[in-house]
């Protein structure tokens, strides 16, 4: 278990706190490949967005510029941020955007944002949006009115088909994580999402990890339920 | 199990939600009494103030005006709020004063606050302030600097002494608060605060409710460490 290099606390509140953890997996397991850390990443609010969305928050042919790495291979922070309006004309005036872009714009929020800007946001599953509350975004260039999109993502953990078997679950599965720390927690029922090729991480949002003081946790494990 | 009235979301954002649970005790051992209900409330962002600094922030002679009776009897929302100001020159505009004053001031925030603000928030349980950061309380009538008093209040349970011997405890003991929700969570280690007289309920903030989605929940129970 180690702690990931310091980031300025700039970055830790605008984007993603990442968290290295010791899996628990032995020795003789690991073997010294990657799959031997467990990294928790707090994800800070942000939203995604489609490329007609970018074009139209940035302006015409605007593309998103990568800004920092996520952990799993592809995904970025952009330079880009948005300002993301609820209903009662109450806003949160920088809500970064992550890259790249995809078929659907989503506003990703913690249950605190969520209640400071006067939105109701459902827990789901990313992409599963069908229902879900609108809001207003506006950039620099333009605004768009989303009829839906916004969201509490469902908590999950990404992992390669090795690491689901050495857990013991498959892919669409739950398994729990616990923390132990000052504000030892477990977190249950995380939604497991195996494939070839993900890296162990598990996804909490701001009050998933405040509530468990995840930044300060002497240990952090998935247990299978039993 | 049951759902207390319906607050509306002002109240519900300023001061305290308290839920409703079963508390899981046999129909003979609760017998109609009190104690049969678990109370769990989720404490907004909040001070308490010595009667000095009442003075100082709202004026020579001011006492403080109940505005709504707590759960536990003799305590209170006050009308007053105080803007807590960061050393950061963050500020947080609306910060609720609960009563009856103490014999030290005190600001408890959720560390999604206390990070808005620029404040590392230590865990500490309330009174236990020696050695926290301070912050600069603006009230109508004056300005008052706190050496220290800023804290995350350790996440804890009121209970009498019967309800603490149906549980298998006593006071300054651990428990565990196991909530049954769409964001299912055990908090581990509440500590006991067992009395005479005190009601049975459980204090979290605002990061932890929402984290478990308090709100939303099928089912709570407190749960001693195996």
């Given at each position: 278990?180690?702690?990931?290099?310091?980031?300025?606390?700039?970055?830790i509140?605008?984007?993603?706190?990442?968290i290295?953890?010791?899996?628990?997996?032995?020795?003789?397991e690991?073997?010294?490949s990657?799959?031997?850390e467990?990294?928790v990443s707090?994800?800070a609010?942000h939203c995604?967005?489609?490329?007609?969305?970018v074009e139209?928050?940035?302006?015409?042919?605007?593309?998103?510029t990568?800004?920092?790495?996520?952990?799993q291979?592809?995904?970025?922070?952009?330079?880009?941020?948005?300002m993301?309006v609820?209903?009662?004309?109450r806003?949160?005036?920088?809500?970064?955007?992550l890259?790249p872009?995809?078929p659907?714009s989503?506003?990703e929020?913690?249950f605190t944002?969520?209640?400071?800007?006067?939105i109701?946001?459902?827990?789901r599953?990313?992409?599963?949006?069908?229902?879900?509350?609108?809001?207003v975004?506006?950039?620099?260039?333009?605004?768009?009115?989303?009829d839906q999109?916004v969201?509490?993502?469902?908590?999950?953990?990404?992992?390669n088909?090795?690491?689901?078997a050495?857990?013991?679950?498959?892919?669409?599965d739950?398994?729990?994580?616990?923390?132990?720390?000052?504000?030892?927690?477990?977190?249950?029922?995380?939604?497991?999402?195996?494939?070839?090729?993900?890296?162990?991480?598990?996804?909490l949002?701001t009050d998933e990890?405040n509530?468990a003081?995840?930044?300060?946790a002497r240990?952090?494990e998935l247990v299978k339920?039993?």
């Amino acid at each position: 278990m180690a702690l990931a290099t310091s980031i300025d606390r700039a970055t830790i509140e605008q984007i993603v706190r990442q968290i290295v953890f010791d899996s628990g997996m032995g020795a003789a397991e690991r073997n010294g490949s990657a799959e031997s850390e467990l990294v928790v990443s707090i994800s800070a609010r942000h939203c995604h967005l489609t490329d007609e969305h970018v074009e139209t928050l940035f302006g015409p042919g605007h593309t998103l510029t990568p800004m920092k790495d996520l952990y799993q291979d592809g995904f970025y922070a952009a330079e880009e941020t948005v300002m993301v309006v609820g209903p009662r004309r109450r806003m949160l005036p920088s809500v970064r955007v992550l890259g790249p872009t995809r078929p659907y714009s989503q506003v990703e929020l913690a249950f605190t944002d969520a209640i400071s800007l006067g939105i109701g946001a459902p827990v789901r599953a990313s992409g599963k949006i069908e229902g879900t509350p609108g809001c207003v975004l506006v950039g620099p260039a333009g605004v768009v009115e989303l009829d839906q999109g916004v969201i509490r993502a469902e908590r999950h953990v990404h992992m390669n088909f090795r690491d689901a078997a050495r857990y013991g679950v498959k892919n669409g599965d739950r398994i729990n994580l616990r923390v132990e720390s000052s504000c030892a927690a477990v977190l249950e029922d995380l939604l497991v999402r195996a494939d070839e090729t993900s890296k162990l991480e598990v996804h909490l949002d701001t009050d998933e990890g405040n509530a468990a003081d995840l930044e300060n946790a002497r240990r952090c494990e998935l247990v299978k339920p039993t």
